[in-house]
């Protein structure tokens, strides 16, 4: 049995599709280069030794039996659920190190939770020697999401394993990698972090006490994610950013855009983008917006110069990989 394994997982952006995919409809995410490193060491005796300093836990320590047992600090939730479902799954017994550290900031709202969960999940079946499909990685990993947060479409999951550019359906039931190329997107960053959760429920509760009014809103999304996807593979980068421009609009009638979102999305106007919208649940994290390359360098003045801060990413990277 090898006893170390190093993994890593991508990030991701959501293209089209958020919140509607909470409630059973399409969306389209694609992995970003951004990559959370996994290290896993088997140790003897029956602790979990955790090392995520980027969220300032450094030498975390916890019986294999007591985890998700009681209150724990924040960063270390999704290791602990990942460690304990896989090792029940698996009836295992041993002790573990693990490593964790992301190669871009947790405050982006890039995915490092589903990143790391994916990594964790990754790591374990290679150094205890159970080999797993993508598809049984994403349960696992999904219900460590789950368990965790209690909510969430597994979107980012997938794109963490998979990788590559994803049309998705709510809880995977269905993954279809697109064959598209790297999108020319550029990323600007509110500086409002937001928390996901919060907005989802937030969302809830409008639909509960708009139930017809929302469910059109969400049918709508469904028509863009599905014009999307042709747009995508016929590369029609005209089309997607009107597309991006609709779906904008319909997430602003949801209440989940913001000043901020909406003063970065039109400042990329100003130079002539395509299109663009907020990636993920709102309320702040970041916009993208697509753009012709000729206008990309000035695109990305008027983010910084409209108080946003613009963030490298390369879209439609590698999924989960061991790294050595
Ligand atoms: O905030 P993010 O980047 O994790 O995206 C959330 C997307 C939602 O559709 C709002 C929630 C989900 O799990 O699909």
């Not at 969220?55 to 999704?78: H, M, Q, W």
């Not at 269905?174 to 790297?182: A, D, N, S, T, W």
């Not at 937001?194 to 469904?222: C, G, H, M």
Request: proline share 3%; with cysteine.
């Amino acid at each position: 049995m090898i006893k170390r394994v190093e993994v890593s997982a991508p990030s991701k952006l959501m293209l089209f599709g958020e919140h509607a995919v909470v409630y059973g409809r399409p969306c389209i995410v694609t992995a970003v280069d951004h990559r959370m490193r996994v290290m896993v060491e088997v140790t003897d005796g029956n602790n979990l030794e955790l090392y995520a300093p980027d969220v300032d836990i450094i030498g975390y320590i916890e019986r294999i039996s007591n985890l998700g047992r009681r209150e724990a600090p924040k960063g270390t939730r999704f290791v602990s659920i990942a460690v304990r479902n896989f090792f029940k799954s698996f009836g295992i017994k041993s002790g573990l190190k693990v490593e964790t550290k992301s190669d871009f900031s947790s405050e982006f709202g890039f995915g490092s939770s589903s990143a790391v969960t994916v990594g964790v999940i990754k790591a374990l079946s290679e150094v205890f020697g159970k080999p797993l499909d993508n598809k049984k990685i994403f349960s696992l990993s999904y219900k460590t999401i789950l368990d965790v947060q209690g909510i969430g479409s597994g979107f980012d999951v997938a794109a963490a394993i998979w990788g590559g550019t994803i049309y998705f359906i709510t809880g995977g039931k269905k993954v279809e990698p697109l064959p598209v190329g790297e999108l020319p997107l550029v990323v600007g960053y509110t500086g409002i972090k937001a928390d996901t959760p919060t907005l989802v429920r937030q969302v809830a509760d409008f639909y509960k006490k708009n139930k017809k009014q929302v469910e059109k809103i969400f049918d709508s999304i469904e028509d863009i994610v599905n014009e999307g996807k042709k747009s995508l593979l016929s590369r029609d980068y005209k089309k997607l950013g009107k597309l991006m421009d609709q779906n904008q609009k319909l997430l602003d009638k949801l209440g989940v855009s913001s000043p901020e979102l909406e003063n970065l999305i039109s400042a990329t106007k100003k130079v002539g983008a395509y299109g663009g919208k907020l990636s993920g649940a709102g309320g702040g994290d970041c916009m993208i917006a697509l753009v012709p390359s000729i206008k990309r360098e000035s695109l990305k003045v008027e983010i910084e110069k409209a108080g946003g801060k613009v963030i490298r990413a390369k879209t439609n990277s590698e999924g989960v990989r061991v790294e050595k």
